[in-house]
């Protein structure tokens, strides 16, 4: 089983600690995305489970074989960078082919796998030519090209999209997920800061915030059921808006009151609080809408109005104390700048979180 166990793994430079224990479990042919603020110690992990970080204390096995002392060549992993990392005066061909000709592969093995690879990566046209002579989404395909060439087990991308301009990005964002399918055995662990590749390619997601684990959880279910404040913020773009609050009753269901004076009921269980404690009330930009009646969350001015063609975003004042609640409408709406508006949620939609920011748990 080429899966990868992380047992409290710690990291320090000197006297600076890094990692302060990660525990993980990553599957055979599990795509596992790292994500979190910049610092907070993706990459180091990532690093360390290539062999080019030395491990300060825990174990990590890959392959049900203890790996902390074993050289990064003798892994089974192959790393992509976001550099690409390629020999510039070599062609493609020989690029893709450099490991394998250094492990002393036979001739016709080495053609058999830089034909396999460029063919799975469309670089076949292009195996002649130089670096030079591609572009960037075609220098990274030659990247993943190199490291499928050398059969991992496991492979490894350090943000291997992020020198890439949009566009590109998103069509080599498919190609890696085509390339997930194309290899359903390969154990994938990617380290990425951007949302959409994150929620796209992952069967699982791994947040980190200095150095800890946050949640892992397969994409929409972060989502849907944020463990924290820190994951509810991170996970969703914009970010989840929150709103102070108190709790009137708790109970299965809760009834709050919110910075502005108005309650509600929610339908979280909040049996461990108690009446009057502060407590933040989560709810999604997207999963606000205009309401017409009196049964709303509160009423604010809009402040700033941004039509985005395919959407409507809305920034409301109103509730005191607070940062403007951000409204996300489909398409193009009739609302302008100074308009009083009242907003609205699904009481499915509304999450709540404790004063030290953990989620009262939500039905599911
Ligand atoms: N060689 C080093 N010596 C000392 N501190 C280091 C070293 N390498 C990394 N760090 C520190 O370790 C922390 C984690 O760095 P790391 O590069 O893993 O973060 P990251 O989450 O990948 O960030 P980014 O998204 O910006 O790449 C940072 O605070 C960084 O300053």
Do not use: W
């Not at 964002?173 to 380290?191: C, G």
């Not at 339908?267 to 999604?284: D, M, Q, S, Y």
């Amino acid at each position: 089983m080429a899966g990868v166990m992380l047992k409290d793994i710690r990291k320090a430079y000197g006297q600076v600690q890094v990692l302060h224990g990660i525990d993980l479990d990553v599957a055979e042919g599990e795509f596992v995305v790292f994500v979190g603020p910049s610092g907070c110690g993706k990459s180091t992990l990532l690093r360390m489970i290539a062999g080019l970080e030395s491990i300060t204390a825990g174990e990590m096995s890959i392959d049900g074989q203890v790996v902390n002392d074993i050289p990064p060549s003798k892994r089974g992993i192959a790393m992509v960078f976001q550099s690409y990392a390629l020999y510039p005066h070599m062609t493609v061909y020989d690029n893709m082919a450099f490991g394998l000709r250094i492990a002393h592969e036979s001739k016709t093995e080495v053609d058999r796998r830089v034909r396999a690879a460029a063919d799975i990566l469309q670089l076949t046209p292009y195996l002649d030519r130089l670096p030079k002579a591609l572009s960037g989404g075609q220098r990274q395909r030659v990247a993943i090209g190199r490291a499928i060439c050398r059969d991992p087990k496991v492979f490894l991308f350090d943000e291997p999209l992020s020198n890439l301009d949009a566009a590109l990005r998103v069509a080599t964002r498919i190609e890696i997920a085509k390339l997930k399918e194309q290899m359903p055995e390969t154990t994938m662990i990617y380290v990425t800061h951007d949302q959409v590749e994150a929620m796209t390619l992952a069967d699982r997601i791994v947040v980190l915030s200095a150095g800890r684990v946050e949640q892992v959880g397969r994409p929409l279910e972060l989502y849907e059921h944020p463990a924290n404040l820190f994951v509810a913020r991170f996970i969703g773009s914009p970010a989840m808006n929150i709103i102070p609050a108190t709790i009137l009753e708790s109970g299965e269901t809760t009834r709050i009151s919110l910075s502005g004076g108005r309650s509600l009921p929610v339908p979280i269980r909040t049996e461990t609080a108690k009446a009057g404690e502060a407590v933040n009330l989560g709810v999604r930009p997207e999963d606000l809408l205009v309401a017409t009646g009196d049964d709303y969350l509160f009423e604010g001015t809009v402040s700033i109005v941004e039509a985005l063609g395919e959407v409507t975003l809305l920034y409301v004042d109103g509730l005191p104390g607070t940062e403007p609640v951000v409204v996300k409408l489909p398409g193009i709406v009739d609302i302008r700048k100074g308009n009083i508006v009242r907003l609205a949620a699904p009481a499915a939609k509304l999450h709540l979180f404790d004063a030290a920011g953990q989620a009262f748990s939500k039905k599911r």
